[in-house]
């Protein structure tokens, strides 16, 4: 079985930065796409970042310029460098991974406060 597990949420100040951190384990191979959703409560999730096994990387708009996201294939781990935080960033933010051609695989979650 494969799990995603996610860290390094927390509270934090408008302007201020966290990295978060999502870790995959268990069977697992042939991982393409990494990526970071988030999701406030009575909205949608919306994408925050992904990258490819080719470390092709795309952004929200809202988030171009503030964020980084990157991985460590050998460690089947994705990291998402948040900067310049503002409080509209708050929210629940998940991990997904698509790998072996066919699998999607979502992380529990981890909450991101930034406070005004």
């Known amino acids: 079985q494969v799990q995603l597990v996610e860290s390094g949420g927390g509270l934090v100040q408008a302007g201020g930065s966290l990295r978060l951190s999502c870790a995959a384990s268990g069977n697992i191979f042939s991982i393409n796409f990494m990526g970071w959703y988030r999701q406030i409560p009575g909205k949608q999730r919306e994408l925050v970042a992904t990258i490819t096994s080719g470390d092709t990387t795309n952004y929200a708009d809202s988030v171009k310029g503030r964020f980084t996201i990157s991985r460590d294939n050998a460690k089947n781990t994705v990291y998402l460098q948040m900067n310049s935080l503002k409080p509209e960033d708050t929210a629940v933010y998940y991990c997904?991974?698509?790998?072996?051609?066919?699998?999607?695989?979502w992380g529990k979650g981890t909450l991101v406060t930034v406070s005004s």
């Open positions: 997904n991974v698509k790998w072996g051609v066919r699998y999607n695989t």
